[in-house]
């Protein structure tokens, strides 16, 4: 359904959000 596409989506975007605050962190870290 157009809902759990939606639901899968919002996941998918946390995740890709999750994923690049890692990337700034560790490049913080590093720097």
Not at 2 to 11: K, L, P, V
Not at 17 to 28: E, G, L, P, Y
Request: a positive charge; proline letters at 0%.
């Amino acid at each position: 359904t157009r809902a759990a596409q939606e639901a899968i989506n919002s996941i998918r975007g946390k995740k890709i959000d999750s994923k690049r605050i890692q990337v700034d962190f560790a490049s913080k870290v590093f720097v």
